[in-house]
């Protein structure tokens, strides 16, 4: 971040690594952050779809979190008893 403080390309690679590592918070402080950097930016085909992808991500960061045991389920449902 330091090389680069006014891109917004380095918080949007840093709040995937924290998102991964389990820190919602301090990757949706990056995912902010970013967006405010991205609004800087002239538009180009590259700079206008970053910036789709840290508004799809910031809506993320937005959305309602679920409890561990509400989390729906990935497994292909069951077959019904006979």
């Known amino acids: 971040m330091a090389a680069f403080p006014t ?6 690679d840093r709040y995937l690594l924290r998102s991964l590592a389990g ?5 949706c402080r990056d995912m902010a952050a970013a967006l405010r950097l991205s609004r800087q930016l002239p538009s180009t085909p590259d700079n206008d779809q970053l910036r789709s992808e ?3 991500r910031q809506a993320i960061c937005q959305a309602p979190v679920r409890a561990p045991g ?3 389920s990935t497994s292909a449902p069951s077959a019904p008893a006979p």
Not at 7 to 12: A, D, E, M, T, V
Not at 23 to 27: M, P
């Open 7 to 12: 891109q917004p390309g380095p918080l949007n």
């Open 23 to 27: 820190d919602d918070a301090g990757a």
């Open 54 to 56: 840290l508004n799809l």
């Open 70 to 72: 509400n989390r729906p």
